[in-house]
């Protein structure tokens, strides 16, 4: 009988290899490399470009980079029932890999599509709303945090001390 652990033939069992969708590490890259890719980041930019270089910390070099604006129904005027979206040409960009928050290959099939809800419009009225709109937010998170305080929750930076 042979010991435990070992196989008929006096060998150790061989680990299974895994497929290659199942790496979770920069080397998953591999396979997107010179294809055009969408990256979403945590800042909440939407980039797409065609991922040309990329390191062990998954940072990425893109080519042909535009950055996609978006503006969502409702923000020019409760009666606007599509969003909005411009293009912003970045060309080649860097990306840190600590930033990015979601990137998926792009069917170039439905390249020139438009997002569904979405109209194509003037980069400048974009830009402008885009930013009324975080100004917005930001003002409402601010309300809030100051709502939370008062009845005792901390939010991050209220408990620091200013040297």
């Known amino acids: 009988m042979p010991p435990p652990g070992l196989l ?5 069992p061989q680990p299974q290899q ?7 590490t920069a080397a998953q890259l591999l396979d997107l490399t010179d294809k ?10 939407k980039l797409t470009g065609i991922l040309r270089s990329w390191d062990q910390f998954a940072n990425l070099v893109l080519q042909q980079t535009k950055e996609r604006i978006f503006v969502p129904p409702g923000t020019q005027s409760p009666a606007q029932a599509r969003g909005l979206y411009a293009d912003v040409d970045r060309g080649i960009f860097v990306v840190r890999g600590e930033n990015v928050l979601l990137m998926g290959e792009i069917d170039l099939d439905r390249d020139d599509d ?4 979405y109209d194509l419009a003037d980069l400048e009225l974009v830009q402008t709303l885009a930013k009324q709109k975080k100004a917005e937010e930001k003002a409402k998170e601010k309300r809030k945090i100051k709502k939370l305080s008062t009845i005792g929750f901390e939010g991050e930076n209220v408990g620091e001390a200013l040297l």
């Open 8 to 12: 008929g033939g006096g060998r150790p």
């Open 36 to 45: 055009k890719l969408m990256v979403a980041l945590r800042d909440g930019r």
């Open 114 to 117: 438009p997002p569904p809800g």
């Open 18 to 24: 895994l497929p290659a969708q199942m790496f979770t």
